[in-house]
């Protein structure tokens, strides 16, 4: 099982980005999926995840700009990123599970990516 992170890059504040979490060997259909980022020097934190039945909860620093969604037919999950700010700099990570949808209990996730960077410029 990989789980493959995609669609980092460098932008000025108030750009976007959308980040795509696909999976090779495995399909999410049964499962939670969510985002972590982690800053330098910091934990890794929970962003946001999207449970089976599509339902999303995120954290409250970015309730309003950031969007999860989940393509069966692609295997993928997506964050869209808007209205982004330099505190949003991070490794971001996404990360599944099959039994339950954990939420900030990153310990809890079976599978995770390695990764995409994500740079946000004043």
């Known amino acids: 099982v990989q789980l493959v992170e995609s669609g980092g890059g460098s932008v000025q504040a108030g750009g976007s980005l959308r980040l795509s979490c696909t999976a090779s060997g495995y399909t999410f259909n049964n499962d939670c999926v969510g985002w972590f980022r982690q800053a330098p020097g910091k934990e890794r934190e929970w962003v946001a995840n999207i449970d089976v039945g599509g339902r999303t909860t995120d954290t409250d620093s970015v309730k309003g700009r950031f969007t999860l969604s989940k393509d069966v037919a692609k295997n993928t999950v997506s964050l869209q990123m808007n209205s982004l700010k330099p505190e949003d700099t991070a490794m971001y990570y996404c990360?599944?599970?099959?039994?339950?949808?954990?939420?900030?209990?990153?310990?809890?996730?079976?599978?995770w990516g390695r990764g995409t960077q994500v740079t946000v410029s004043s």
């Open positions: 990360a599944a599970d099959r039994r339950f949808c954990w939420g900030p209990k990153r310990t809890m996730y079976t599978y």
